[in-house]
């Protein structure tokens, strides 16, 4: 679970490649199309070195007569290439900055649904591991960083590097000498950008903990702010956050001072680099050492000025070079955390058996199709080959001798039994952590089981699909998740062709219709923060009409009504009961009056069922359920 | 709004300073270097003395070495003032924070509360480090420039009068379109990451439902929603770089032609080829000290809105503070409320309590049950004033709880919160929440009474188990044991459960409130339950509905007498009376 580390620096650089290959895959013409307009673009930018020389050498042959009309004349056909050039450079250069703002957006919007439809396929384990802050930091930190890499880091790198090498070719092409004076420079500036820049990355990661750290304490301290007023524990917490809080500070410091003491350092030492390239030049025209070149000019003033221009381009160039070690890093980091959420494995599904709409002939025959009868059967082709079968959706649910366990080892449930038929109620009563929820999340298969079989209409559950699977099963849940969006959205949840009427329906059964209807907008309020503007009690009402609206066979009922007072319970419930009619229902609930009726109570200890039967059954039997329904009287 | 800020500077107002005057000088070394450089190219270009080119190349080196410590300086400075700087907003916030009474943190969600501490203050440390840093630099550095090129190139800098306002103009446009775009697609932004915590954290829903297919499709939606106003926001920034670069051109090309028009003409009087060179890095420098400039005025608008909202918090007065002159002992454990009524918001239409009197005596235990939103948990919150009351009072050992010092009031008057929170860090530290000075028998005892100490020596760790944030690693009645066990350290005189015991199986519910019984006769134990047999046994028990208290008496009197108070029970023991 923990590869959230730094990891090093070869996976760093595959995530950096594995970044750009996904950008170019997505862009395979405009992306290479943006980098040869980046490649123009730098290398006109490196031309006027030459031009300037040209212009130079027209002013020295003239300036002496001062004939300006003769010096124009040989001007101008410079000037014109020059004004052409720039004016292609810069067209390319608008097409390259335009193409890179569509580009990026699209890359990362790509790459946000990446991650979000491959996180859909994760199976709940996953969920289980993970910290909701943790997964989304890869939507917000993450991504971020991915995004200064296409956007700014890689531009700049390809400019930054283009420009130095032309610049480079420019520098030979007039002088040789001068080009290694200025490369031991540049020498210099690669060594301080190594030290001063590694340890700037090196804070930064460590800045990055140091927030999250302050950012962690933050949220528990918020989260439990009340807590802390009712224990007067206001000073203690501010201490404890100073302390986070001077950690950051420090670490901040240190990763900001290195990062904001590079760039004027390198652009002194250019510009110390300058001088003594002037004085070099002096020196070469002066004592007239013999020029060495590509292009068998001689040393004069006409070409040491562009090329103590040359000499700042490259260096602030390199300065740019140097800016981006911070952003490629945390990249190289951000990436590879992406990377492992996008390579989770998806939630295995080899099921065949789906769930189609059938209508039936007199003699009893299913005929599939595709119209919204309301009935609905098992397609089963069958693998041997022997063509396929329907079964008709009744709801049996039969596990048998199952064994299951979250890890191997610390087995959860043992040889577990439990037959429901369609129609029946069936109850889980146990102590917190006796597997109760476990067996309602084998059911609709959010684990696999180790041992035993679990048959749905005679069917194993490993050979329907799970999409199919789930959609037969209602659920409410203990933690009720509302989405944001209004009421009517969320019970829609249920049965997305559902008609608003149909909505309400479900509402009335549920029992939520009469709150909802003494809402602000009733069934148009919004919802916001997981329905935080209702109770705990009013969510769960919302979550039972949006199982209600789904209509299904079986029911899975896990503390669906724990936090609605037994007086709303008693009011509900012939809803309740309503709903529960004709179908299969599970329920877990901690109050017995509210299992009481089940037509079967299963009593769970330790992840084996160690008594069964109706309520009346196990009050005769005198065991634990008896004790447990005692226990409120006995001590009175 | 600034002023608030500023005020956080504080002890980092040194930092702040060097930083400023360090910039100064890095400026005024740079716009020195590239008039001296022309000097030494001219020197070089008339032959002139190596002695000479030598003097000023060292005077030029002697400068760089001036300007990298200055720049340096004010790197360093600056990082040290506005991380500090950081620090100091950040300690503040938190600070207003935990001043907060339930009232204020009731209107704050966590979650932007932490989205404040984090993205917001991170946003104004980059924006206080670069105004002090780069505001006063870019100003400076633009006109000394402007000032040098045309003591310098004469007429070569009317350049400048044509670049300069096309750029200006330039960038102001971009900035007036980009910023409203950006501005509005932020906001966007954040709904689309909270609705992806939102899937994340009903991921069971989404699964049980089958509904995968559906989120990708809602958020694909979102996700291209936002790309495209990106995407809008973006292309109009990016026309800085060409915009830029065509000033720049054409600055190139002003300074060679007409450079070379004056050089040759004069024949090298006026100007000389030292100053075409020296004429072109002014002209870089003052276009980039412009651009820097913009974007300055860029990132301090998009700082406003976390400025905004982080003296939303800072301004926010705690609606609760402590008297003038308070009373610093709590009596006794006995509570009174006299014609209180109770509105969460001022201008409520409806009161959550209304017209409450009701008398405790020290010692009692009071049974409290009601539906859900009939006012249970907002009556216990006024005791311990973690709200005020609207109107009459609530007084606690007869003196009313306004006069209290809040602290002293609340160490008396000990509440298990509904909704109650453990701490990550081990058992032991959690519970000394309630004492920090308790020995360790003390804290056995108290696990004892709240039925917790068994199930914490069946830890392998003990006393010393590590409990995850939230409390995830226990079942939830233990941790409501731990809760009540942690409340009961502080030896309250006054003791509130409130739904306290909801997840703890009935029979070490039933052997709590013994304990209770037998070992703090003398406190006051207020218990709100959704189980009848909670209360039963208690001295006295209030049936709430709708904000008031529509019964009050002992079990037999209510089973008699309130019809509210017989279905509840009726309903809950249904089954157990048929068997007997």
């Known amino acids: 679970m923990n590869k959230h580390g730094k990891g090093n620096l070869k996976d760093n650089f595959a995530a950096i490649g594995w970044t750009m290959k996904k950008f170019f895959g997505f862009y395979p013409v405009l992306a290479p199309l943006s980098v040869f307009c980046i490649l123009f673009s730098a290398v006109v930018s490196a031309i006027p070195a030459l031009f300037i020389q040209r212009v130079l050498a027209v002013i020295e042959k003239w300036y002496l007569s001062g004939d300006w009309a003769a010096a124009k004349a040989e001007l101008m056909p410079l000037i014109f290439l020059l004004i052409g050039l720039y004016t292609l450079s810069i067209i390319s250069l608008t097409v390259e900055s335009q193409l890179m703002a569509y580009m990026t957006q699209g890359f990362l919007d790509k790459m946000r649904r990446e991650m979000f439809n491959g996180m859909q396929d994760l199976p709940i384990r996953y969920f289980d591991s993970h910290k909701t802050g943790d997964i989304m930091s890869f939507y917000t930190n993450d991504i971020d960083t991915m995004r200064q890499l296409v956007s700014g880091s890689f531009p700049a790198l390809i400019r930054s590097i283009s420009v130095v090498l032309a610049v480079l070719a420019i520098m030979l092409y007039f002088s040789v000498w001068m080009t290694l004076v200025l490369l031991v420079g540049v020498a210099a500036m690669f060594y301080v950008t190594k030290f001063i820049g590694g340890g700037s990355a090196k804070y930064f990661v460590e800045a990055q903990k140091a927030t999250g750290a302050m950012e962690g304490f933050a949220q528990e301290m918020m989260e439990g702010q009340k807590v802390v007023k009712v224990f007067c524990h206001e000073e203690q917490s501010l201490e404890d956050f100073d302390r986070v809080n001077d950690q950051l500070r420090d670490v901040a410091f240190r990763a900001n001072a290195y990062a904001s003491t590079l760039g004027p350092i390198i652009a002194n030492i250019g510009n110390i680099l300058y001088v003594g390239l002037a004085l070099a030049g002096g020196v070469f025209i002066l004592a007239g050492i013999p020029n060495l070149s590509f292009s068998g000019k001689i040393f004069d003033i006409t070409v040491l000025i562009p090329f103590l221009n040359m000499s700042r381009q490259f260096t602030g160039n390199v300065n740019q070079l140097s800016q981006q070690i911070n952003s490629v890093v945390m990249a190289g980091a951000g990436a590879q955390r992406v ?35 309301g009935h609905w059967a098992w397609r089963h082709p069958h693998t041997d080959g022997s063509g396929i079968t329907y079964t008709p959706l009744r709801g049996d649910v039969r596990m048998v001798e199952v064994d299951f366990a979250y890890d191997p080892e610390k087995p959860v449930l043992h040889d577990v039994s439990v037959y429901a038929e369609p129609g029946q109620k069936v109850a889980f009563v146990g102590a917190t952590g006796a597997g109760k929820t476990t067996i309602t999340n084998l059911i609709n298969r959010f684990y696999d089981i180790a041992d035993g079989k679990i048959r749905y209409d005679g069917i194993n559950v490993n050979k329907i699909k799970k999409k199919d699977l789930r959609q037969s099963l209602g659920i409410v849940l203990q933690e009720t998740n509302l989405f944001t969006g209004t009421v009517m959205d969320n019970i829609r949840y249920g049965r ?3 008609t608003d009427e149909e909505c309400i329906r479900a509402a009335k059964l549920a029992g939520a219709d009469d709150f909802i209807t003494r809402l602000p907008q009733g069934y148009e309020t919004e919802l916001h923060n997981n329905g935080a503007n209702l109770s705990q009690g009013q969510r769960q009402l919302i979550a039972i009409a949006r199982a209600a609206v789904a209509d299904p066979p079986v029911m899975i009922l896990d503390e669906a009504t724990s936090s609605i007072d037994t007086r709303t319970e008693a009011i509900v419930q012939r809803g309740m009961d309503k709903l529960m009619e004709g179908r299969t229902v599970f329920v877990i609930a901690h109050r017995l009056s509210t299992v009481m009726n089940s037509d079967v109570i299963m009593v769970l200890d330790h992840g084996r069922i160690i008594e069964r039967g109706s309520h009346e059954k196990l009050i005769a039997d005198k065991g634990t359920y008896y004790q447990l329904y005692t226990g409120a009287f006995e001590l009175e | 709004m600034i002023k608030t800020f500023i005020k956080c500077i504080r002890e980092y107002k040194a930092p702040t300073i060097f930083t400023l005057l360090f910039m100064v000088g890095e400026v005024f070394i740079e716009v020195l270097i590239p ?39 004010g790197g360093y400075f600056g990082s040290k003032a506005s991380t500090g700087f950081a620090r100091n907003v950040r300690r503040d916030v938190f600070e207003r924070i935990q001043r907060f009474s339930f009232e204020n943190i009731d209107k704050f969600s966590t979650a932007s509360l932490v989205t404040r501490l984090t993205t917001d203050i991170s946003n104004v440390q980059m924006a206080f480090m670069m105004t002090i840093r780069m505001a006063v630099r870019s100003p400076l550095m633009f006109i000394f420039s402007i000032i040098m090129a045309y003591r310098m190139g004469g007429s070569l800098a009317t350049t400048f009068v044509v670049v300069i306002p096309v750029l200006i103009v330039g960038l102001l446009a971009i900035a007036k379109h980009a910023m409203p775009a950006f501005r509005a697609v932020f906001r966007k932004y954040d709904r689309m990451n909270e609705s992806i915590e939102e899937n994340v954290r009903g991921m069971r829903v989404v699964k049980s439902f089958a509904r995968e297919g559906f989120e990708k499709q809602k958020f694909a939606t979102a996700s291209d929603n936002i790309r495209k106003d990106f995407t809008k926001a973006e292309r109009i920034v990016a026309l800085n770089s060409p915009l830029m670069t065509l000033c720049m051109n054409f600055n190139m090309v002003f300074v060679l032609l007409v ?47 976390a400025m905004k909202r982080l003296t ?8 609760l503070s402590n008297p003038e002159s308070p009373v610093m002992e709590v009596k006794d454990g006995s509570v009174d409320f006299d014609g209180v009524s109770f509105k969460y918001v001022k201008d409520a239409r409806e009161s959550a309590l209304a017209n409450i009197d009701l008398h405790i005596r020290s010692g009692m235990t009071v049974g409290i049950l009601g ?28 003196v009313d709880v306004r ?11 000990s509440m298990v919160l509904q909704k109650n929170v453990l701490f990550s860090g081990t058992i032991k530290e959690n519970l000394h929440w309630g004492n920090p000075t308790a020995t360790d028998e003390e804290l056995i005892e108290a696990c004892r009474l709240a039925q917790a100490d068994d199930f914490i020596r069946s830890f392998p760790d003990g006393y010393d188990t590590h409990i995850e944030q939230g409390g995830t690693n226990v079942s939830g009645g233990q941790k409501q044991r731990l809760c009540i066990a942690r409340a009961l350290l502080k030896k309250p005189k006054i003791l509130i459960l ?36 909670s209360v039963e046994d208690a001295d006295l028990i209030l049936v709430m509905d709708g904000g008031t208290i529509a019964d009050a008496g002992t079990h037999d009197e209510l089973i008699k007498r309130s019809p509210i108070y017989r279905e509840v029970y009726e309903q809950q023991t249904k089954g157990g009376d048929s068997d007997e």
């Open chain 2, 312 to 319: 939303e918090v800072l301004n926010e007065k705690p609606s």
């Open chain 2, 35 to 73: 008039f001296f450089t022309a000097d030494l190219v001219n020197d070089i270009k008339a032959g002139a003395l190596m002695s000479e080119v030598v003097r000023l190349g060292l005077i030029l080196v002697g400068m760089a070495i001036v300007s990298l410590c200055c720049g340096a300086g």
């Open chain 1, 339 to 373: 990377l492992t959420l996008v390579n989770e494995a998806p939630e295995a599904d080899n099921g065949y058996v789906t769930l189609v709409n059938v209508t039936e002939d007199e003699d009893g025959t299913l005929h599939e199709t595709a119209e919204h009868t």
């Open chain 1, 496 to 498: 997305l062709e559902a």
């Open chain 2, 259 to 305: 450079g070379a028009k004056l050089i040759v003409e004069s024949r090298g009087q006026v100007i000389d080829v030292g100053q075409i060179s020296a004429m072109l890095t002014y002209g870089m420098q003052i276009l980039m000290s412009l651009m820097m400039i913009s974007m300055i005025y860029v990132m301090m608008t998009m700082s406003m809105e």
């Open chain 2, 403 to 413: 006069d209290y010092d809040i602290e002293t009031l609340r160490s008396a008057v």
């Open chain 2, 498 to 533: 409130d739904d306290s015991t909801s997840a703890v199986d009935t029979r070490t519910d039933a052997l709590i409130r013994a304990g209770f019984k037998t070992y703090i006769p003398e406190t006051t134990k207020i218990i709100i339950a959704q189980r009848v047999a």
């Open chain 2, 371 to 398: 539906g859900t939103g009939s006012g249970k948990t907002t009556l216990v919150q006024l005791i311990p004033r973690l709200y005020d009351v609207t109107e009459g009072s609530v007084k606690v050992g007869g």
